[in-house]
């Protein structure tokens, strides 16, 4: 967060840059949250307070060791690349004998190369951070360069010429003493937008960071430099070159950000996903069943003459992506490949102009995925953005987006996006198939028909939530849960597995049900809970009957089953020590609904245990990093 006010009385409206900058870490922490730090300009002195954990620790430390009032402020809440978590390594980091403070997201590549070149100048460092590397660069730039002369750029002058020297991806804010009223900051690879104010400016590295003061955001590139004071907004490239940024409207409610009433944003995210799912599909179709999807903006006749479809994504996302397949390859009959980022871009990838790459992202700002978006881009491929964050870079970078509606999703698992990621990909899969004549227009108008009933299935399913989450209390002490499904019901095990890994740091495992007698049945022994997501038996009989046989093949060895089913599903009855039962859908479609009680017992489980469900160890919302 960055922040410039202006007042005559060192207050704007009853606020300072301490007040706005600790707001905006407070709504932006989700993103990382092992350290927080601010710095503050007053009265030409650089003042900062970091403290390793989570916002409320520092806000102690402020309590008991106030700032100044100021009107120009940075802070910062940290997910630890390089140095452990600890107060010292903590942003902002201080250069200049104390007079410049700094902070960064993302990782400096070349680091250490200029740490080495900065301590032959004699220039020693505190932390273990690149930022300080970064940090000392800017003010060995400020010093030694322009002797400190702040008339002809100052800080924006250096930032410039550091940025120069930086490999790597970074967001970088920067306060200098000798230029109270400024903040400078630059981006590569690393998310950052501006606020605009009245009498005052706003830096974050997303919206909701300042939402509570304007909606009107402008979208930076790559490779700018933006200087904020309280009246003036001014865009550079790398090299001085006067730039512009796109100015959009943020149109997210402020309160859709807050927590509803809920315990946990996650909570309230889950009881979100029918409207979720409702405002993805809503307007995407006319009153014919006709797909009007005009807005991917991208060349129909290009869509019809692709033969390969390949999806890219990771974590949650990437089980959206393996959904998609099943539903593209059936409705569309395109070869559909799914493949986790970081591995696509360091293989050999097969892709041509006839390829599409569907990428889907909650955040928009996965480095993972944004670079292997590129990579594809540069091998000649079309790219198709899913994805929930408005001007975020991925959508920018690609040639076509399908945004999902999900609203702001601030909990670091993943819950309505999920479903709204799924709902898109059927949307796009329906078009193609459209598009290409693979079905007719009926089936079509059939498949939305059903899926415009999804939401209100959701919404049963949450009424109905109280036996799941007695279940998910009562395995706190739970060591290890496995899942199965088949087919669609495979991602669906995984999410159910990734959901418990990352918020009751539980091991658990998700495994297509066919796979088990090559291996992992060997895991199951007396008394070890297994999840099955079993089909409907209403659709392809031989994968209902295949699933019922798995679960008495681990039931057969003494694992505790329990069972999520179709409502009217007698025949699993048997075998389940537990059965939920989801309202009846497409098999398809399924995930929609089987996924919901996989996340309602996380959720309990991992409260039962006392931890902090929206914000879990060791993870953050937008890994920015490679
Ligand atoms: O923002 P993205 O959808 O690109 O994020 C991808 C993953 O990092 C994300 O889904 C992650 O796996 C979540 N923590 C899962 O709950």
């Not at 509570?212 to 402008?218: L, M, S």
């Not at 590139?221 to 004071?229: A, F, H, R, S």
């Not at 990838?349 to 993972?368: A, C, H, K, R, W």
């Not at 939920?580 to 309990?604: D, G, N, R």
């Amino acid at each position: 967060m960055g922040y410039v006010g202006r007042s005559s009385n060192g207050k704007i409206a009853g606020y300072g840059a301490l007040d706005v900058v600790l707001e905006g870490l407070r709504r932006l922490e989700y993103r990382g949250y092992d350290s927080a730090g601010v710095a503050v300009v007053a009265d030409g002195v650089i003042s900062s307070r970091k403290k390793s954990g989570k916002l409320n620790n520092l806000l102690v430390e402020l309590e008991e060791n106030p700032l100044p009032d100021s009107l120009t402020g940075i802070g910062h809440t940290r997910w630890a690349t390089h140095g452990g978590p600890s107060d010292q390594n903590a942003h902002p980091h201080l250069a200049d004998g104390g007079k410049l403070a700094l902070i960064h997201n993302g990782i400096i590549e070349n680091f250490a190369e200029l740490k080495l070149e900065l301590v032959g100048k004699g220039v020693t460092f505190l932390s273990e951070t690149d930022t300080e590397v970064a940090a000392a660069l800017l003010a060995d730039i400020f010093r030694s360069k322009l002797n400190g002369d702040v008339s002809d750029g100052g800080l924006t002058r250096a930032m410039q010429l550091a940025c120069q020297r930086l490999e790597g991806a970074f967001t970088l804010l920067a306060v200098h003493a000798d230029q109270p009223d400024v903040v400078v900051a630059a981006r590569r690879n690393s998310p950052l937008v501006v606020g605009l104010g009245e009498g005052e400016n706003f830096l974050g590295s997303d919206v909701s960071g300042f939402i509570d003061h304007t909606r009107r955001a402008v979208e930076l590139g790559q490779d700018q430099i933006v200087t904020i004071t309280a009246d003036t907004v001014e865009i550079t490239d790398f090299f001085g070159a006067p730039a512009e940024g796109k100015e959009y409207h943020v149109n997210w409610d402020p309160e859709s950000a807050e927590k509803g009433g809920f315990a946990s944003f996650m909570e309230k995210e889950i009881h979100d996903q029918p409207d979720a799912v409702a405002q993805t599909l809503l307007g995407r179709s006319d009153i014919h069943g006709r797909l009007t999807l005009d807005e991917l903006r991208i060349d129909v006749e290009l869509l019809k003459s692709v033969n390969k479809i390949i999806v890219l994504a990771c974590g949650t996302s990437a089980y959206a992506g393996q959904v998609a397949k099943y539903a593209i390859e059936h409705w569309c009959r395109i070869p559909t490949e799914v493949e986790l980022s970081h591995e696509f871009r360091y293989r050999d990838p097969i892709v041509d102009g006839n390829t599409l790459v569907v990428s889907i992202s909650q955040s928009g700002e996965t480095m993972d995925t944004l670079m292997a978006v590129r990579y594809a881009k540069e091998q000649g491929a079309k790219t198709l953005s899913i994805c929930n964050t408005n001007g975020s870079t991925i959508p920018r970078e690609s040639d076509a987006v399908l945004y999902t509606h999900a609203g702001p999703e601030i909990a670091v698992a993943s819950t309505k996006a999920f479903l709204a990621q799924i709902t898109a990909a059927y949307l796009l899969g329906l078009y193609l198939a459209q598009l290409r004549g693979n079905k007719f227009q009926g089936e079509i108008k059939d498949i939305l028909a059903d899926l415009g009933k999804i939401p209100a299935k959701i919404q049963r399913i949450l009424d109905n939530e109280g036996q799941i989450k007695d279940l998910g209390r009562s395995m706190a002490d739970a060591k290890s849960v496995l899942f199965l499904g088949r087919h669609v019901g495979f991602p669906v095990a995984m999410e159910g597995a990734l959901k418990l890994k990352e918020l009751a740091y539980i091991h658990a495992e998700g495994f297509a049900a066919g796979e088990l007698k090559h291996g992992p049945i060997a895991l199951i022994e007396e008394g070890q809970p297994v999840f099955v997501v079993v089909p409907s038996p209403r659709g392809r009989d031989s994968l209902h009957s295949k699933v019922v046989s798995n679960i008495q093949e681990v039931r057969a060895r003494g694992a505790k089953t329990i069972v999520i089913a179709e409502e009217g599903d007698e025949a699993v009855k048997a075998y389940a020590e537990h059965v939920f039962y989801i309202p009846e859908a497409p098999t398809l479609l399924a995930p929609l609904l089987a996924t919901v009680p996989l996340q309602i017992f996380a959720l309990e489980l991992a409260q039962a245990k006392g931890y902090d469900v929206d914000q879990p160890r060791n993870l953050a919302k937008s890994v920015t990093v490679e």
